[in-house]
């Protein structure tokens, strides 16, 4: 006889799916466009989701230097860093940020919207980030992400 099961069944690593997806961040808002990448690196979009193990895909981010920001949160906005000498406090505006790497300034959104564990550092290993619309990972066949299908 067959029995219904209605318990949770956990992702095993055995059972782990993971896919290569490309977004274009051109004309993105940059925290939206954090958010949705920090899910789709978690793996909160599959069925399986499993908070203890990494489910999530890999995700590449193109076009790195189109993301928008809205209102004055290019000026307004402060970064702080510390290096841990005394006087070592320094400040960073996301314009100054983008203008030296405009890759850094979305992986620092999207590694804000990350776990700070072990699981979290690993999750970031699977984002890459590009200034233009080339990456290196064609061997992987990517699928192009559009962000507004997504729920």
Not at 56 to 84: C, M, P, Q
């Amino acid at each position: 006889m067959i029995k219904l099961s209605y318990r949770t069944e956990s992702a095993k690593p055995s059972t782990i799916q993971k896919e290569w997806l490309v977004i274009d961040a051109t004309d993105k808002i940059l925290g939206r466009l954090g958010s949705e990448t920090a899910k789709l690196l978690r793996g909160k979009h599959k069925p399986n989701y499993t908070p203890h193990m990494d489910c999530g895909d890999y995700v590449i981010i193109i076009n790195a230097e189109k993301v928008k920001l809205t209102g004055n949160k290019w000026s307004d906005r402060v970064f702080f860093y510390h290096s841990g000498y005394p006087g070592g406090q320094k400040e960073v505006t996301p314009k100054m940020l983008f203008d030296k790497s405009p890759e850094k300034l979305v992986q620092r959104t999207v590694k804000g919207m990350l776990p700070k564990t072990k699981l979290g550092r690993q999750l970031f290993r699977n984002l890459y980030v590009y200034k233009g619309s080339e990456h290196k990972h064609q061997a992987q066949q990517p699928k192009v992400l559009d962000l507004n299908t997504i729920k």
